[in-house]
């Protein structure tokens, strides 16, 4: 039976061919390729996350960009180059496939790629898979080029993440007093002022939330803060909540503006953060320290200096515990205080809080392009 994509570039009409992967892909030796060094006489090193599992394979860098590099057996991961660089013969594999444009079967394998399955072995898996492709090579070429292109608005977006987010760690530093200081290296105009300090319980009040689990989470009901998600979804101000519960009696709600930190976390550096919670009547869960500052103290400036600086080192030196650390409200009254005058913090506050938001945007952003890529391989390939 004929099969062709729901969705195709104008003029191609042609059904689409079915073989087998072990048929199509041919793998080749590091030994087959040479390539002239840059003009600064060096060549660029895959990375696959943080860290080069790339280098050098008997001095001869890789320089065929028709082909596809697949780290090894146990991964589904692809690289698709664009410049020479170093390959390794250990646990990586060089592919190409007959008739197939570079950027067309990189993005082929992509559709087709095995979904990470412990210590399997990826690439027989993948051999023994049947694939549907067009031998039509300006189908191939516009399908290619438009990934690739697709690739680099992504590649494009992930930079911007990144640099704001070095941006906002670099600031954190320059904008807060280092160690033994009252003056941060860096201040907004105007303000020239030494800050002062006071233990944390000298100007604030603390509670505690009540109750609640993730076991309790239903689709729909009355929003509510678990402490867990203080470390995988929220920012600096908590506007948004994507987490509802069945509301109990004896439930703690927030009245807004509202510092809270985590009273249980996995180690005593990742513990030391808080949020503030902008809305009335959202649920404060158990486990949750909850910080009620005075007049002389802006919330969003306290979670800044909770969650860095020389605050955010006292209190991981408080966290106890071994496999789970805890950190208490008797321990959050003994943190000294670095604050400037209350002109200042709102400064800083309100600085910091746009850089989250153009931080969640540009996230955003990027969440949609996956979405979109994701999608579209679904649509334009059979």
């Known amino acids: 039976m004929a099969k062709v ?9 042609d059904a689409w061919e079915q073989d087998k992967f072990a048929k199509v892909l041919k793998t080749h030796q590091f030994r087959d390729y040479l390539a ?15 860290k080069p599992v790339v280098g050098y394979a008997n001095g001869k860098p ?13 991964t589904v991961s692809l690289y698709n180059p664009l410049q020479p660089f170093f390959v390794a013969t250990d646990g990586v594999k060089i592919l190409s496939a007959d008739g197939f444009d570079g950027d067309y079967l990189f993005v082929t394998l992509e559709c087709y790629k095995p979904k990470p399955q412990g210590y399997k072995r990826h690439f027989t898996i993948l051999k023994s898979r049947d694939v549907w492709y067009t031998s039509n090579k300006d189908e191939q070429e516009a399908i290619g080029t438009f990934f690739r292109q697709l690739d680099d608005l992504l590649s494009l977006h992930r930079r911007k993440l990144e640099a704001v987010a070095n941006l906002k760690k670099s600031l954190l530093q320059k904008m807060f007093p280092k160690n033994g200081e009252v003056v941060p290296e860096v201040r907004f105009p105007g303000f020239t002022d030494a800050w002062e300090q006071r233990k944390l319980g000298e100007v604030a009040d603390f509670s505690k939330g009540n109750g609640y689990s993730k076991n309790d989470l239903i689709q729909d009901g009355s929003p509510v803060i678990l402490y ?5 979804q929220y920012e600096i101000v908590i506007t948004e909540i994507d987490t509802f519960v069945e509301r109990q009696e004896k439930s703690v709600l927030s009245k807004g503006g509202e510092v809270i930190v985590p009273a249980s976390g996995e180690t005593s550096e990742n513990i030391a953060r808080a ?16 910080i009620n500052v005075n007049k002389t103290i802006d919330p969003v400036f306290l979670v800044l200096a909770i969650s860095n600086g020389s605050q955010q080192k006292e209190l991981s030196k408080r966290a106890q515990g071994k496999s789970i650390v805890h950190i208490r409200n008797s321990d959050l009254q003994q943190v000294g205080l670095l604050y400037p005058t209350m002109d200042e913090q709102s400064a800083i506050g309100t600085f910091f809080r746009q850089l989250d938001d153009l931080l969640s945007l540009h996230r955003r952003k990027l969440e949609h392009l996956k979405s979109l890529k994701k999608a579209l391989l679904q649509q334009m390939f059979v």
Do not use: A, C, M, W
């Not at 890789?62 to 146990?74: E, N, P, R, Y």
């Not at 867990?228 to 995988?232: A, P, Q, S």
């Not at 503030?276 to 486990?287: A, F, P």
């Open 62 to 74: 890789f320089k065929d960009f028709h082909k596809v590099i697949l780290f090894g057996d146990h």
């Open 5 to 13: 994509p729901k969705l195709r570039f104008p003029g191609f009409t």
């Open 275 to 290: 949020s503030v919670v902008e809305n009335k009547g959202i649920i404060l869960g158990g486990d949750l320290n909850i």
């Open 36 to 50: 002239e060094p840059t003009e600064k006489g060096k060549y660029k090193i895959i990375q696959q996350g943080d």
């Open 228 to 232: 867990g998600r203080l470390y995988t």
